[in-house]
């Protein structure tokens, strides 16, 4: 019986090969990988952290486990956005490691084969390399989908309150 459960996991994994979700943030289409998204639920109440980055939106309690929020648009140094009935929080797995994406729009799964993969331009602003979450421009029919590391997005060398996060809801039960 576990080989068959095996099985079928490989399964689910050849049918997400290749496929993206896709989501707004200010006028650009990003997408990740599928396999990380877990699940997409309604934007709820978020409890804020003192003293942290103001990207990490605070946290949710997600039928038991406390998980840390990240707004996208400020992760991405965009200009704040007022949330509203299409904002939506995208729960997504990197690592082991489970939060919030706050993000303004989930748009659709498109599926991108690796040849219609592109490496981002590398545009240099100072010292700082642009799009530093950004591994890849997905051409899709006439757009473009920009596509995004989550690992990168997850931990960067400033977002230890993410993973400390984590870390915390795995030993306390304290509901939120």
Same mark, same amino acid.
């Given at each position: ?18 496929? &993206? ?7 650009? &289409? ?5 396999q990380y998204v877990s699940e997409i639920i309604p934007f709820q109440a978020i409890t804020a952290i003192p003293e942290t980055e103001d &990207? ?15 707004? +996208? ?9 007022? &949330? ?9 797995? +990197? ?6 994406? +706050? ?5 659709? +799964? ?13 545009i240099m602003r100072g010292d700082r390399l642009q799009n530093k979450y950004v591994y890849g421009i997905g051409r899709v029919g006439d ?34």
């Open positions: 019986m576990s080989e068959e459960r095996e099985g079928v996991r490989g399964q689910d994994h050849d049918v997400q090969q290749g496929k &993206y979700m896709t989501f707004k943030s200010g006028n650009e &289409y990003f997408g990740l990988k599928l &990207y990490i939106k605070g946290l949710i309690n997600l039928r038991g486990k406390i998980l840390p929020v990240i707004d +996208v648009r400020r992760r991405f140094k965009q200009e704040p956005f007022e &949330y509203n009935d299409r904002t939506c929080i995208m729960v997504i797995i +990197v690592k082991d490691t489970m939060v919030g994406l +706050v993000v303004e729009q989930i748009a659709e +799964v498109v599926e991108i084969a690796d040849e219609n993969i592109l490496p981002p331009p590398t757009s473009v989908k920009l596509l995004i590391d989550p690992d990168k997005l997850l931990n960067d060398n400033d977002n230890s309150a993410a993973e400390q996060t984590n870390d915390m809801s795995d030993d306390d039960e304290r509901e939120v």
